[in-house]
């Protein structure tokens, strides 16, 4: 039995004096700190969101009420870039970049179906916008760069530049200009597979890679699209010449969508070659 009339009244001072209760409080403690930041944070979180979904909603309205202010978007990235030298590290062009992006809706198109008639329309719209040649602003950013000549063009192998198609491989040479063609290849009955319509370019039969790409463009040829890089660049290498040498190259590629990424396409090289600028 307990002797009640011996224990302490339950005083503030000696109900936390005691080891277990103590115990218990620091552990409330604890336990209360870290749920309220939590809270907090939580809270800051889904206010940003909300935030931050009335600001993308209010630009969407602009494009609505005034389109003008995206062409202006547009023309402040453009500007901005252009007076970076095409670095798109500067942090004027990235402000532009988020300014103009807040305008895009990635939604913008899709239904949310995931049926075959619904990736079919979505894929038919990514090649019609896809469709036409395509010239890189930004200075190129590819793997591997050695550094900037003099006039600050990016330098490159010969093998870097050209994925490994064009030789020799350690030429160095610099950029000065980047196109991209994308195009619709004329489309004829294939010769090795009768009945078949396949994709033919400079009257040659389209060579390609075993596996996936190949099942997908036999089910439907008439999705593929030329793919090239058109580069202009100079020969700066004293193994090879001794003096500097202007040239073009063309890395051909082609291009199909990805049916299991509506937003991606599936690309592949077959070849490339290089000439004399004059």
Known sequence: KINKSALPAPTMGNLFSSPSLSAVAAAAASLFVPAAIALLIFRRTKALRSANRDKAVQKRERIVLAPEATTQAKETFLTELILANGDTENHKVQVAYEDLSAFYDVDAGSSGSDDGQTRDSSSDTM??????????????????????????????TMGRMSFGVLKPSDMVVSIQDVNNPVYAPLFRKSALSPGALVPFIDGKEVRLP?????????????????YTF?????????????????????????????PDHTQRMLVWFTGGRFWPRY
């Open 127 to 156: 090649l019609q916008s896809l469709e036409g040649t395509w010239r890189q602003l930004s200075m190129p950013t590819f793997p591997g760069c050695l550094g900037n000549n003099a006039a600050g063009d990016r330098q490159y």
């Open 230 to 258: 058109l580069v202009s660049f100079t020969i700066e290498d004293d193994r090879y010449c001794n003096r500097p040498i202007e040239g073009f190259m063309e890395n051909r590629g082609y291009t199909l969508p990805d």
């Open 210 to 226: 075993e596996g996936r790409i190949k099942t997908l463009v036999r089910e439907d040829p008439t999705k593929v699209r030329v």
